[in-house]
Protein backbone atom coordinates (compact mmCIF):
# COMPACT_ATOMS: atom_id res chain seq x y z
CA UNK A 1 0.00 0.00 0.00
CA UNK A 2 1.03 3.44 -0.85
CA UNK A 3 2.05 5.18 2.30
CA UNK A 4 3.18 8.33 1.13
CA UNK A 5 3.02 10.87 3.87
CA UNK A 6 0.24 13.02 1.60
CA UNK A 7 -1.67 10.57 1.39
CA UNK A 8 -1.74 10.53 5.45
CA UNK A 9 -1.79 13.86 5.53
CA UNK A 10 -5.60 13.87 2.96
CA UNK A 11 -6.67 11.34 5.77
CA UNK A 12 -5.88 13.06 9.01
CA UNK A 13 -7.86 16.05 7.24
CA UNK A 14 -10.60 13.62 6.42
CA UNK A 15 -10.63 12.24 9.95
CA UNK A 16 -10.66 16.12 11.00
CA UNK A 17 -13.82 16.61 8.68
CA UNK A 18 -15.35 13.28 10.13
CA UNK A 19 -15.13 14.48 13.84
CA UNK A 20 -16.42 17.76 13.23
CA UNK A 21 -19.60 16.29 11.55
CA UNK A 22 -22.56 16.95 13.87
CA UNK A 23 -26.10 15.16 13.80
CA UNK A 24 -28.23 16.41 16.46
CA UNK A 25 -31.12 16.90 15.18
CA UNK A 26 -33.73 13.36 15.01
CA UNK A 27 -34.47 13.21 11.55
CA UNK A 28 -34.59 10.07 9.75
CA UNK A 29 -31.01 8.63 9.54
CA UNK A 30 -29.53 10.87 11.84
CA UNK A 31 -28.93 8.19 14.08
CA UNK A 32 -27.09 5.93 11.52
CA UNK A 33 -25.36 8.81 10.36
CA UNK A 34 -23.62 9.17 14.39
CA UNK A 35 -22.68 5.48 14.60
CA UNK A 36 -21.42 5.78 10.74
CA UNK A 37 -19.24 8.65 12.31
CA UNK A 38 -18.20 7.12 15.51
CA UNK A 39 -17.15 3.65 13.68
CA UNK A 40 -15.36 5.56 11.07
CA UNK A 41 -13.61 7.73 13.78
CA UNK A 42 -12.28 4.59 15.30
CA UNK A 43 -11.30 2.64 12.14
CA UNK A 44 -9.21 6.19 11.17
CA UNK A 45 -7.85 6.44 14.94
CA UNK A 46 -7.29 3.21 16.04
CA UNK A 47 -6.08 1.51 12.91
CA UNK A 48 -5.96 2.98 9.41
CA UNK A 49 -4.01 6.01 10.13
CA UNK A 50 -1.90 4.26 12.65
CA UNK A 51 -1.26 1.01 10.75
CA UNK A 52 -0.08 3.61 7.32
CA UNK A 53 2.42 5.22 9.52
CA UNK A 54 3.97 2.20 11.14
CA UNK A 55 3.39 -0.94 8.61
CA UNK A 56 6.17 -2.39 11.00
CA UNK A 57 4.03 -2.56 13.75
CA UNK A 58 2.83 -6.00 15.26
CA UNK A 59 -0.05 -7.54 13.26
CA UNK A 60 -3.08 -6.81 15.85
CA UNK A 61 -5.71 -9.81 15.69
CA UNK A 62 -9.33 -9.20 17.92
CA UNK A 63 -11.22 -11.83 19.13
CA UNK A 64 -14.66 -11.31 19.01
CA UNK A 65 -18.03 -12.03 19.24
CA UNK A 66 -21.37 -13.41 20.90
CA UNK A 67 -21.88 -13.26 25.03
CA UNK A 68 -20.73 -17.08 25.40
CA UNK A 69 -19.06 -17.97 22.26
CA UNK A 70 -16.13 -18.81 24.49
CA UNK A 71 -13.62 -15.83 23.23
CA UNK A 72 -11.86 -15.91 26.11
CA UNK A 73 -11.17 -19.64 26.80
CA UNK A 74 -9.72 -18.97 23.17
CA UNK A 75 -7.03 -16.35 23.96
CA UNK A 76 -5.92 -17.82 26.65
CA UNK A 77 -5.62 -21.41 24.80
CA UNK A 78 -4.00 -19.61 22.26
CA UNK A 79 -1.28 -17.79 24.64
CA UNK A 80 -1.29 -20.91 26.78
CA UNK A 81 -1.87 -19.33 30.23
CA UNK A 82 -5.29 -17.65 31.92
CA UNK A 83 -4.80 -14.03 30.93
CA UNK A 84 -8.66 -13.21 30.56
CA UNK A 85 -11.14 -14.26 32.67
CA UNK A 86 -13.30 -17.28 31.18
CA UNK A 87 -16.60 -18.14 33.43
CA UNK A 88 -20.18 -18.82 33.42
CA UNK A 89 -20.80 -15.33 34.21
CA UNK A 90 -21.97 -12.73 31.36
CA UNK A 91 -21.08 -10.75 30.32
CA UNK A 92 -17.55 -12.42 31.18
CA UNK A 93 -15.06 -10.12 29.43
CA UNK A 94 -15.59 -6.54 30.69
CA UNK A 95 -12.05 -4.99 30.65
CA UNK A 96 -10.17 -5.74 26.96
CA UNK A 97 -7.28 -7.86 27.44
CA UNK A 98 -4.23 -7.17 24.97
CA UNK A 99 -1.71 -9.63 24.72
CA UNK A 100 1.44 -9.97 23.13
CA UNK A 101 5.52 -10.55 23.16
CA UNK A 102 7.24 -8.72 25.34
CA UNK A 103 9.67 -7.77 22.71
CA UNK A 104 6.41 -5.86 21.37
CA UNK A 105 5.19 -4.22 24.40
CA UNK A 106 6.67 -0.67 23.27
CA UNK A 107 4.13 -0.59 20.16
CA UNK A 108 0.86 -0.62 22.62
CA UNK A 109 2.64 1.04 25.78
CA UNK A 110 1.80 4.98 23.75
CA UNK A 111 -1.16 5.89 22.26
CA UNK A 112 -0.65 4.75 18.48
CA UNK A 113 -3.51 2.47 18.74
CA UNK A 114 -6.48 2.22 20.53
CA UNK A 115 -6.15 6.47 22.20
CA UNK A 116 -9.45 6.67 23.57
CA UNK A 117 -8.30 3.48 25.97
CA UNK A 118 -5.79 4.35 29.12
CA UNK A 119 -3.57 1.39 29.82
CA UNK A 120 -3.25 -0.95 33.04
CA UNK A 121 -0.16 -3.10 32.72
CA UNK A 122 0.54 -6.22 34.30
CA UNK A 123 3.84 -7.74 34.50
CA UNK A 124 5.48 -10.65 33.24
CA UNK A 125 4.81 -14.07 34.61
CA UNK A 126 7.14 -15.97 36.03
CA UNK A 127 7.95 -19.12 34.07
CA UNK A 128 6.34 -17.71 30.66
CA UNK A 129 9.32 -18.61 29.31
CA UNK A 130 9.79 -22.32 30.07
CA UNK A 131 10.84 -24.19 27.35
CA UNK A 132 8.77 -26.85 28.38
CA UNK A 133 6.17 -25.10 28.69
CA UNK A 134 2.35 -26.17 27.30
CA UNK A 135 3.40 -26.03 23.71
CA UNK A 136 6.58 -28.12 23.82
CA UNK A 137 4.98 -30.65 26.08
CA UNK A 138 0.96 -30.58 24.79
CA UNK A 139 0.00 -29.88 29.08
CA UNK A 140 -1.29 -27.38 30.91
CA UNK A 141 1.15 -24.68 31.26
CA UNK A 142 3.03 -24.54 35.08
CA UNK A 143 1.86 -27.80 35.68
CA UNK A 144 -1.82 -29.37 36.34
CA UNK A 145 -4.08 -26.55 37.56
CA UNK A 146 -1.58 -24.13 38.10
CA UNK A 147 -2.95 -21.13 36.04
CA UNK A 148 -1.61 -18.04 37.74
CA UNK A 149 -3.45 -15.42 37.80
CA UNK A 150 -2.44 -11.57 36.27
CA UNK A 151 -1.89 -9.46 39.78
CA UNK A 152 -3.93 -6.51 40.17
CA UNK A 153 -3.23 -2.76 42.29
CA UNK A 154 -5.60 -1.08 44.51
CA UNK A 155 -5.20 2.16 42.88
CA UNK A 156 -2.85 3.33 45.86
CA UNK A 157 -0.05 1.83 44.79
CA UNK A 158 -0.55 -1.67 47.14
CA UNK A 159 -1.23 -4.28 44.81
CA UNK A 160 -2.59 -7.97 45.83
CA UNK A 161 0.33 -10.01 43.99
CA UNK A 162 -1.67 -13.47 44.80
CA UNK A 163 0.73 -13.94 47.34
CA UNK A 164 3.70 -13.71 44.53
CA UNK A 165 6.23 -11.23 45.49
CA UNK A 166 7.02 -10.08 42.01
CA UNK A 167 3.30 -9.76 41.00
CA UNK A 168 1.98 -6.23 41.95
CA UNK A 169 5.37 -3.92 42.99
CA UNK A 170 4.60 -3.61 46.89
CA UNK A 171 2.49 -7.16 47.17
CA UNK A 172 1.75 -9.49 49.80
CA UNK A 173 4.13 -12.74 49.99
CA UNK A 174 2.89 -15.94 51.00
CA UNK A 175 3.89 -15.19 54.98
CA UNK A 176 1.92 -11.96 54.77
CA UNK A 177 4.70 -9.71 54.97
CA UNK A 178 5.13 -6.83 52.35
CA UNK A 179 7.28 -7.52 49.28
CA UNK A 180 9.04 -4.88 46.88
CA UNK A 181 10.50 -6.97 44.66
CA UNK A 182 10.41 -6.03 41.16
CA UNK A 183 9.25 -8.29 38.80
CA UNK A 184 10.44 -9.57 35.97
CA UNK A 185 9.84 -7.64 33.03
CA UNK A 186 8.54 -4.98 35.11
CA UNK A 187 10.01 -1.18 33.94
CA UNK A 188 8.74 1.18 36.54
CA UNK A 189 10.80 3.57 35.21
CA UNK A 190 8.80 3.86 31.60
CA UNK A 191 6.27 6.37 31.66
CA UNK A 192 2.57 4.98 31.58
CA UNK A 193 3.47 1.69 32.65
CA UNK A 194 2.87 -0.57 36.11
CA UNK A 195 -0.31 0.21 37.56
CA UNK A 196 -0.22 3.65 38.76
CA UNK A 197 -1.56 6.88 37.75
CA UNK A 198 0.94 8.51 38.62
CA UNK A 199 4.07 6.23 39.93
CA UNK A 200 3.45 3.21 38.16
CA UNK A 201 1.86 1.70 40.75
CA UNK A 202 -2.21 0.94 41.55
CA UNK A 203 -4.99 0.32 39.15
CA UNK A 204 -4.46 2.26 36.30
CA UNK A 205 -5.28 6.31 34.83
CA UNK A 206 -8.57 4.68 33.81
CA UNK A 207 -9.63 2.64 36.94
CA UNK A 208 -10.23 5.99 38.86
CA UNK A 209 -11.13 8.42 35.70
CA UNK A 210 -13.99 6.81 34.73
CA UNK A 211 -12.13 6.19 31.08
CA UNK A 212 -12.42 2.78 29.27
CA UNK A 213 -9.26 0.95 29.83
CA UNK A 214 -7.34 -2.12 28.14
CA UNK A 215 -5.08 -4.22 30.11
CA UNK A 216 -2.08 -5.27 28.49
CA UNK A 217 0.17 -8.81 28.81
CA UNK A 218 3.10 -9.71 27.86
CA UNK A 219 4.50 -13.37 27.23
CA UNK A 220 7.09 -15.03 25.13
CA UNK A 221 4.37 -17.67 24.15
CA UNK A 222 3.24 -15.54 21.51
CA UNK A 223 5.29 -14.66 18.71
CA UNK A 224 7.17 -11.64 17.83
CA UNK A 225 4.72 -9.39 15.53
CA UNK A 226 1.53 -11.36 16.83
CA UNK A 227 -0.62 -9.41 19.59
CA UNK A 228 -3.96 -10.65 20.36
CA UNK A 229 -7.16 -8.98 21.55
CA UNK A 230 -9.77 -10.12 23.43
CA UNK A 231 -13.05 -7.49 23.11
CA UNK A 232 -15.89 -7.45 25.34
CA UNK A 233 -19.26 -9.17 24.07
CA UNK A 234 -20.67 -7.74 20.84
CA UNK A 235 -23.89 -8.39 21.80
CA UNK A 236 -23.08 -7.46 25.48
CA UNK A 237 -26.19 -5.99 27.60
CA UNK A 238 -23.98 -3.31 28.60
CA UNK A 239 -24.19 -0.29 25.81
CA UNK A 240 -20.67 0.85 26.85
CA UNK A 241 -19.38 -2.77 26.32
CA UNK A 242 -21.22 -3.14 22.87
CA UNK A 243 -19.38 0.32 21.86
CA UNK A 244 -16.74 -1.21 22.98
CA UNK A 245 -16.60 -4.23 21.42
CA UNK A 246 -17.15 -2.75 17.88
CA UNK A 247 -14.30 0.30 18.59
CA UNK A 248 -11.61 -2.70 19.08
CA UNK A 249 -13.38 -4.68 16.12
CA UNK A 250 -12.09 -1.66 14.11
CA UNK A 251 -8.53 -1.27 15.38
CA UNK A 252 -7.66 -5.39 14.23
CA UNK A 253 -5.74 -5.79 11.14
CA UNK A 254 -7.35 -9.52 11.39
CA UNK A 255 -10.72 -10.21 12.55
CA UNK A 256 -11.30 -13.50 14.19
CA UNK A 257 -15.15 -13.92 14.88
CA UNK A 258 -15.97 -16.97 17.55
CA UNK A 259 -19.11 -18.14 17.33
CA UNK A 260 -20.94 -21.45 18.65
CA UNK A 261 -22.63 -24.50 17.00
CA UNK A 262 -25.72 -23.56 18.73
CA UNK A 263 -25.77 -19.98 17.67
CA UNK A 264 -23.58 -19.94 14.04
CA UNK A 265 -27.10 -18.65 12.49
CA UNK A 266 -28.15 -15.74 15.32
CA UNK A 267 -28.54 -12.12 13.61
CA UNK A 268 -25.68 -10.51 15.35
CA UNK A 269 -22.32 -12.47 14.22
CA UNK A 270 -23.96 -12.57 10.53
CA UNK A 271 -23.86 -8.39 11.29
CA UNK A 272 -20.78 -8.72 12.21
CA UNK A 273 -19.43 -10.95 8.88
CA UNK A 274 -21.70 -8.86 6.33
CA UNK A 275 -19.51 -5.46 7.52
CA UNK A 276 -16.42 -7.58 7.29
CA UNK A 277 -17.16 -8.20 3.88
CA UNK A 278 -18.49 -4.52 3.18
CA UNK A 279 -14.95 -3.17 4.24
CA UNK A 280 -13.07 -6.30 2.81
CA UNK A 281 -11.42 -6.73 5.89
CA UNK A 282 -8.90 -9.60 6.66
CA UNK A 283 -11.66 -11.99 8.66
CA UNK A 284 -10.99 -15.49 9.93
CA UNK A 285 -13.72 -17.53 11.55
CA UNK A 286 -14.22 -20.05 14.58
CA UNK A 287 -16.59 -22.71 14.97
CA UNK A 288 -16.39 -23.10 18.82
CA UNK A 289 -18.04 -26.27 21.18
CA UNK A 290 -18.77 -27.73 18.36
CA UNK A 291 -20.29 -31.69 19.34
CA UNK A 292 -18.50 -34.42 18.08
CA UNK A 293 -21.35 -36.12 16.90
CA UNK A 294 -22.66 -33.07 14.67
CA UNK A 295 -19.62 -31.97 13.61
CA UNK A 296 -19.50 -32.52 10.08
CA UNK A 297 -23.10 -31.45 9.73
CA UNK A 298 -22.44 -28.49 11.85
CA UNK A 299 -19.30 -26.99 9.93
CA UNK A 300 -21.31 -28.09 6.65
CA UNK A 301 -24.58 -25.82 7.23
CA UNK A 302 -21.74 -22.98 8.27
CA UNK A 303 -19.92 -23.15 5.52
CA UNK A 304 -22.80 -23.30 2.93
CA UNK A 305 -23.87 -19.79 4.76
CA UNK A 306 -20.66 -18.25 4.30
CA UNK A 307 -20.65 -19.47 0.89
CA UNK A 308 -24.24 -17.74 0.27
CA UNK A 309 -22.73 -14.50 1.98
CA UNK A 310 -19.84 -14.46 -0.70
CA UNK A 311 -17.99 -15.22 2.41
CA UNK A 312 -16.52 -18.67 1.26
CA UNK A 313 -13.13 -17.94 0.58
CA UNK A 314 -12.59 -16.94 4.42
CA UNK A 315 -10.74 -19.69 6.72
CA UNK A 316 -13.05 -21.31 9.30
CA UNK A 317 -11.74 -23.31 11.83
CA UNK A 318 -13.62 -25.24 14.38
CA UNK A 319 -13.01 -25.93 17.85
CA UNK A 320 -14.94 -29.57 19.34
CA UNK A 321 -16.97 -29.20 22.90
CA UNK A 322 -14.58 -29.88 25.69
CA UNK A 323 -14.57 -30.59 28.96
CA UNK A 324 -12.49 -27.39 29.16
CA UNK A 325 -14.75 -25.13 27.51
CA UNK A 326 -17.50 -25.55 30.07
CA UNK A 327 -17.98 -22.59 33.09
CA UNK A 328 -16.29 -25.11 35.71
CA UNK A 329 -13.41 -25.59 33.49
CA UNK A 330 -9.90 -24.56 33.44
CA UNK A 331 -9.99 -22.00 30.88
CA UNK A 332 -7.83 -23.70 28.86
CA UNK A 333 -8.07 -25.53 26.22
CA UNK A 334 -5.63 -28.78 24.77
CA UNK A 335 -2.99 -26.79 22.39
CA UNK A 336 -4.37 -29.44 19.80
CA UNK A 337 -7.71 -27.76 19.41
CA UNK A 338 -6.54 -24.25 18.74
CA UNK A 339 -3.37 -25.64 16.67
CA UNK A 340 -4.03 -24.58 13.32
CA UNK A 341 -5.59 -21.38 14.29
CA UNK A 342 -2.68 -20.93 16.60
CA UNK A 343 -0.48 -21.80 12.84
CA UNK A 344 -2.65 -19.68 10.65
CA UNK A 345 -1.97 -16.49 12.87
CA UNK A 346 1.63 -16.90 13.41
CA UNK A 347 2.24 -17.83 9.62
CA UNK A 348 0.91 -14.17 8.90
CA UNK A 349 2.73 -12.60 11.55
CA UNK A 350 6.13 -13.71 10.79
CA UNK A 351 5.63 -14.16 7.35
CA UNK A 352 6.40 -10.96 5.71
CA UNK A 353 4.17 -10.89 2.59
CA UNK A 354 1.52 -12.74 4.66
CA UNK A 355 1.94 -9.75 7.46
CA UNK A 356 1.60 -7.51 4.68
CA UNK A 357 -0.97 -8.92 2.71
CA UNK A 358 -3.30 -9.44 5.78
CA UNK A 359 -2.52 -5.29 7.11
CA UNK A 360 -2.69 -4.02 3.43
CA UNK A 361 -6.12 -5.38 2.71
CA UNK A 362 -7.97 -4.26 5.76
CA UNK A 363 -6.56 -0.83 5.64
CA UNK A 364 -7.10 -0.49 1.49
CA UNK A 365 -10.84 -2.18 2.57
CA UNK A 366 -11.51 0.55 5.05
CA UNK A 367 -10.05 3.26 2.85
CA UNK A 368 -12.11 2.26 -0.04
CA UNK A 369 -15.15 2.03 1.86
CA UNK A 370 -14.92 5.89 2.22
CA UNK A 371 -16.63 6.08 -1.22
CA UNK A 372 -19.62 5.27 -0.02
CA UNK A 373 -19.82 6.13 3.60
CA UNK A 374 -18.55 9.55 3.23
CA UNK A 375 -20.92 11.08 0.52
CA UNK A 376 -23.56 9.09 3.14
CA UNK A 377 -22.43 11.41 5.62
CA UNK A 378 -21.96 14.44 3.63
CA UNK A 379 -25.95 13.70 2.65
CA UNK A 380 -26.56 13.71 6.25
CA UNK A 381 -25.54 16.24 7.25
CA UNK A 382 -26.94 18.22 4.56
CA UNK A 383 -30.16 16.97 6.15
CA UNK A 384 -29.37 18.18 9.32
CA UNK A 385 -28.12 21.79 7.84
CA UNK A 386 -31.44 22.14 6.03
CA UNK A 387 -33.88 20.95 8.77
CA UNK A 388 -32.25 24.01 10.80
CA UNK A 389 -32.48 26.18 8.43
CA UNK A 390 -35.89 25.04 7.86
CA UNK A 391 -36.77 25.53 11.92
CA UNK A 392 -34.73 28.79 12.03
CA UNK A 393 -37.38 30.11 8.90
CA UNK A 394 -40.28 29.41 11.13
CA UNK A 395 -39.53 31.35 13.76
CA UNK A 396 -38.13 34.41 11.22
CA UNK A 397 -41.73 34.15 9.61
CA UNK A 398 -43.39 34.11 13.41
CA UNK A 399 -41.16 37.22 13.67
CA UNK A 400 -41.92 39.06 10.60
CA UNK A 401 -45.45 38.50 11.42
CA UNK A 402 -45.14 39.55 15.03
CA UNK A 403 -43.49 42.73 13.48
CA UNK A 404 -45.51 43.64 11.16
CA UNK A 405 -48.67 43.17 13.13
CA UNK A 406 -46.77 45.76 15.76
CA UNK A 407 -46.80 48.00 12.74
CA UNK A 408 -50.20 47.68 11.83
CA UNK A 409 -51.60 47.90 15.82
CA UNK A 410 -49.23 51.44 16.24
CA UNK A 411 -49.94 53.07 12.99
CA UNK A 412 -53.99 52.71 13.79
CA UNK A 413 -53.42 54.07 17.46
CA UNK A 414 -54.35 50.30 19.35
CA UNK A 415 -51.81 51.55 22.08
CA UNK A 416 -54.02 54.84 22.83
CA UNK A 417 -56.63 52.64 24.54
CA UNK A 418 -57.93 51.78 27.64
CA UNK A 419 -55.92 52.97 30.72
CA UNK A 420 -53.66 55.17 28.19
CA UNK A 421 -56.52 57.00 26.66
CA UNK A 422 -58.11 57.92 29.62
CA UNK A 423 -54.73 59.73 30.74
CA UNK A 424 -54.52 61.01 27.21
CA UNK A 425 -58.32 63.13 28.01
CA UNK A 426 -57.02 63.71 31.40
CA UNK A 427 -54.07 65.52 29.73
CA UNK A 428 -55.98 67.43 27.48
CA UNK A 429 -57.85 69.07 30.57
CA UNK A 430 -54.40 69.49 32.21
CA UNK A 431 -53.29 65.99 33.52
CA UNK A 432 -49.40 65.51 34.43
CA UNK A 433 -47.57 64.60 31.27
CA UNK A 434 -45.47 61.98 33.50
CA UNK A 435 -48.57 60.03 33.46
CA UNK A 436 -49.29 59.74 30.42
CA UNK A 437 -46.29 58.79 29.04
CA UNK A 438 -46.09 55.89 31.64
CA UNK A 439 -49.29 54.98 30.70
CA UNK A 440 -48.19 55.07 26.55
CA UNK A 441 -44.79 53.04 27.97
CA UNK A 442 -46.83 50.44 29.68
CA UNK A 443 -49.37 49.96 26.42
CA UNK A 444 -46.29 49.64 24.21
CA UNK A 445 -45.19 46.91 26.25
CA UNK A 446 -48.31 45.18 26.26
CA UNK A 447 -48.40 45.36 22.68
CA UNK A 448 -45.22 44.12 22.39
CA UNK A 449 -45.60 41.23 24.82
CA UNK A 450 -48.82 40.48 22.89
CA UNK A 451 -46.89 40.60 19.35
CA UNK A 452 -44.01 37.97 20.90
CA UNK A 453 -46.12 35.70 22.37
CA UNK A 454 -48.65 35.30 19.49
CA UNK A 455 -45.28 34.92 16.99
CA UNK A 456 -43.87 31.97 19.69
CA UNK A 457 -47.47 30.66 19.39
CA UNK A 458 -47.09 30.25 15.69
CA UNK A 459 -43.18 28.92 15.70
CA UNK A 460 -43.91 26.85 18.02
CA UNK A 461 -47.08 24.99 16.41
CA UNK A 462 -44.54 24.85 13.56
CA UNK A 463 -42.18 22.67 15.10
CA UNK A 464 -44.43 20.56 16.86
CA UNK A 465 -45.52 19.66 13.72
CA UNK A 466 -41.59 18.95 12.70
CA UNK A 467 -39.98 16.14 13.68
CA UNK A 468 -36.89 17.97 13.52
CA UNK A 469 -37.59 20.08 16.20
CA UNK A 470 -38.42 17.70 19.43
CA UNK A 471 -35.29 17.97 20.72
CA UNK A 472 -35.66 22.32 20.91
CA UNK A 473 -39.14 22.95 21.33
CA UNK A 474 -38.71 22.62 24.94
CA UNK A 475 -35.19 24.30 25.54
CA UNK A 476 -37.13 27.30 23.33
CA UNK A 477 -40.01 27.39 25.32
CA UNK A 478 -37.18 28.60 28.50
CA UNK A 479 -35.85 30.86 26.40
CA UNK A 480 -39.42 32.59 26.21
CA UNK A 481 -39.70 32.94 29.71
CA UNK A 482 -39.34 36.30 31.15
CA UNK A 483 -40.00 37.77 27.80
CA UNK A 484 -42.35 40.81 29.59
CA UNK A 485 -39.91 41.86 31.66
CA UNK A 486 -37.29 42.45 29.07
CA UNK A 487 -39.59 43.99 26.55
CA UNK A 488 -40.69 46.61 29.72
CA UNK A 489 -36.97 47.51 30.20
CA UNK A 490 -36.73 48.01 26.59
CA UNK A 491 -39.83 50.38 26.29
CA UNK A 492 -38.86 52.13 29.41
CA UNK A 493 -35.55 53.08 27.58
CA UNK A 494 -37.07 53.92 24.59
CA UNK A 495 -39.41 56.42 26.96
CA UNK A 496 -35.60 57.97 28.42
CA UNK A 497 -34.25 58.16 25.00
CA UNK A 498 -37.80 59.65 23.95
CA UNK A 499 -37.18 62.10 26.25
CA UNK A 500 -33.65 63.47 26.07
CA UNK A 501 -34.93 63.80 22.32
CA UNK A 502 -37.86 66.31 22.98
CA UNK A 503 -35.88 68.10 25.27
CA UNK A 504 -32.86 68.91 22.92
CA UNK A 505 -35.75 69.19 20.69
CA UNK A 506 -37.46 72.34 22.50
CA UNK A 507 -34.18 73.97 23.59
CA UNK A 508 -33.46 74.70 19.38
CA UNK A 509 -36.95 75.11 19.23
CA UNK A 510 -36.92 77.90 21.24
CA UNK A 511 -33.13 79.43 21.02
CA UNK A 512 -32.71 78.10 24.60
CA UNK A 513 -28.97 76.95 26.02
CA UNK A 514 -28.31 73.97 27.74
CA UNK A 515 -29.53 73.39 30.98
CA UNK A 516 -32.07 76.47 31.17
CA UNK A 517 -35.46 75.93 30.57
CA UNK A 518 -37.00 78.83 28.20
CA UNK A 519 -40.34 80.18 28.67
CA UNK A 520 -43.28 78.15 30.14
CA UNK A 521 -42.89 74.84 27.69
CA UNK A 522 -41.94 71.85 29.67
CA UNK A 523 -39.67 68.82 28.07
CA UNK A 524 -41.93 66.54 29.87
CA UNK A 525 -45.23 68.21 27.81
CA UNK A 526 -43.24 67.65 24.20
CA UNK A 527 -42.25 64.72 25.11
CA UNK A 528 -45.45 63.58 26.20
CA UNK A 529 -47.13 65.03 23.04
CA UNK A 530 -44.39 62.88 21.13
CA UNK A 531 -45.05 60.05 21.86
CA UNK A 532 -49.10 60.07 21.54
CA UNK A 533 -48.68 61.43 18.35
CA UNK A 534 -46.44 58.03 17.50
CA UNK A 535 -48.35 55.82 19.60
CA UNK A 536 -51.70 57.01 19.03
CA UNK A 537 -51.98 56.50 15.51
CA UNK A 538 -55.50 58.10 13.81
CA UNK A 539 -56.50 58.25 17.62
CA UNK A 540 -54.11 61.08 18.24
CA UNK A 541 -54.17 63.75 15.31
CA UNK A 542 -54.63 66.27 17.81
CA UNK A 543 -51.25 65.61 19.60
CA UNK A 544 -49.29 66.42 16.41
CA UNK A 545 -51.10 69.70 16.29
CA UNK A 546 -50.20 70.63 19.68
CA UNK A 547 -46.92 69.77 19.01
CA UNK A 548 -46.84 71.85 16.12
CA UNK A 549 -48.29 74.30 18.29
CA UNK A 550 -46.05 74.00 21.23
CA UNK A 551 -42.61 73.80 18.83
CA UNK A 552 -43.20 75.27 15.60
CA UNK A 553 -44.30 73.13 12.53
CA UNK A 554 -40.43 72.64 11.32
CA UNK A 555 -39.65 71.94 14.49
CA UNK A 556 -42.31 69.12 15.08
CA UNK A 557 -41.99 67.76 11.53
CA UNK A 558 -38.20 67.20 12.31
CA UNK A 559 -38.49 66.08 15.92
CA UNK A 560 -41.60 63.13 14.96
CA UNK A 561 -39.49 62.36 12.20
CA UNK A 562 -36.76 61.63 14.81
CA UNK A 563 -38.64 59.88 17.10
CA UNK A 564 -40.43 57.65 14.47
CA UNK A 565 -36.86 56.48 13.61
CA UNK A 566 -36.32 55.71 17.17
CA UNK A 567 -39.63 54.25 17.65
CA UNK A 568 -38.76 51.92 14.96
CA UNK A 569 -35.36 50.83 15.81
CA UNK A 570 -36.02 50.29 19.56
CA UNK A 571 -39.09 47.93 18.41
CA UNK A 572 -36.58 46.18 15.85
CA UNK A 573 -33.98 45.56 18.84
CA UNK A 574 -36.86 44.28 20.88
CA UNK A 575 -38.48 41.73 18.43
CA UNK A 576 -34.76 40.48 17.16
CA UNK A 577 -33.55 39.70 20.82
CA UNK A 578 -36.45 37.74 21.50
CA UNK A 579 -36.40 36.08 18.35
CA UNK A 580 -32.55 35.55 18.64
CA UNK A 581 -33.65 33.70 22.18
CA UNK A 582 -35.66 31.64 20.27
CA UNK A 583 -33.08 30.45 17.93
CA UNK A 584 -30.10 29.73 20.52
CA UNK A 585 -31.52 26.01 21.07
CA UNK A 586 -30.66 25.50 17.43
CA UNK A 587 -27.43 27.73 17.42
CA UNK A 588 -26.78 25.05 20.41
CA UNK A 589 -26.53 22.37 18.36
CA UNK A 590 -23.65 23.24 16.28
CA UNK A 591 -24.76 22.28 12.96
CA UNK A 592 -22.13 23.50 10.66
CA UNK A 593 -23.33 24.85 7.60
CA UNK A 594 -20.31 23.73 4.94
CA UNK A 595 -20.27 20.42 6.78
CA UNK A 596 -21.22 18.65 3.66
CA UNK A 597 -18.99 20.38 1.06
CA UNK A 598 -16.03 19.88 3.31
CA UNK A 599 -16.50 16.09 3.71
CA UNK A 600 -16.76 15.75 -0.25
CA UNK A 601 -13.98 17.92 -0.48
CA UNK A 602 -11.62 15.96 1.59
CA UNK A 603 -12.74 12.83 0.43
CA UNK A 604 -11.75 14.10 -3.38
CA UNK A 605 -8.39 14.90 -1.90
CA UNK A 606 -7.98 11.35 -0.21
CA UNK A 607 -9.33 10.29 -3.85
CA UNK A 608 -6.68 12.20 -5.87
CA UNK A 609 -3.74 11.11 -4.00
CA UNK A 610 -4.98 7.08 -4.26
CA UNK A 611 -5.15 7.52 -8.34
CA UNK A 612 -2.11 9.65 -8.68
CA UNK A 613 -0.36 6.91 -6.47
Known sequence: MDVRPRLI??????????????????????????????????????????????PQAPLLAVIGGSTGAGKSTLVNSLVGRRVSEAGVLRPTTRTPVLVC??????????????????RVWVPEQEGGDDPDGPYAAGGPPY???????????????????????????????????????RGPGHDYGRPGSGYGLHDGYGAGA??????PTVRIETDPALPSGLALLDAPDIDSLVAGNRELAAELICAADVWVLVTTAARYADAV???????????????????????????????????ELLQRAGLGHVPRFTIPELPESAGGGSGLLPATAVAALRAWLEQHAQDPVARAAASDRTAAGVIASLRSRVPALAGAAAAQHAAALR???????????????????????????????????????????????????????????????EADERAADAWRRDPAAAEVVRSAAAGAAGAGERLGVLARRWRRCLEELADEETREARGGQAGERPGSVEPEESAALLATALLGGRRARTAGENLADLLGAQSALSLCDRGGSLLTT????ALDAERERRLVPLDKLAVPPDQQAELIAALSVLQKEKVSG
Open 570 to 573: YVEC
Open 9 to 54: EALSVLRDRVDAARFPLPLRGAARARRSRAELLAQLDDYVIPRLRS
Open 391 to 453: LACRVEEAYEEAAERVRREVAAGEVLAGDARAHWHDHKLGGRPDELLDALTSGLTSLLACAVE
Open 101 to 118: HPDDQHWFAGQRVLPRLS
Open 269 to 303: PWHLLRTAKEYDVTLVTVLDRVPHQIATDISGRYA
Open 206 to 211: GADSGM
Open 143 to 181: GPGAQREPAYGDGFGHGAGEGRDHGSGHGLRNDGSRGDR
